[in-house]
């Protein structure tokens, strides 16, 4: 059994009636999740993936907010806080 430059061969699988393979021999999880590439010659690739919701997707995509965010945190860790007094109040923002 040969392998791509970089991998190492685990073990030969069968497709079942479905045409699903097992993957826990190379240390897949329930729901884990991957990005699933193939080449012509029939290699596929399995490139495990973190789904992020929809809703955080502005934090990676914006570098200063992401920034920002990494400093509040880092801030909050070495006890570096203040109160904000009324900031979640109904009436805060008038």
Known sequence: MNA?????????????DRARIAFGRA??????RFLVSTRPSGEILLTPLASIPK?????????????????????????????????LDNDADQ
């Open 55 to 87: 809703r955080e997707m502005l934090v990676w995509e914006d570098q200063a907010l992401r920034e920002s965010l990494l400093r509040g945190l880092a801030d909050a860790s070495q006890g570096r806080i203040s109160r904000r007094d009324g900031l």
């Open 27 to 32: 240390g897949v999880h329930h729901n884990d």
């Open 4 to 16: 791509p430059a970089g991998f190492e061969p685990i073990a030969e699988v069968a497709a079942d």
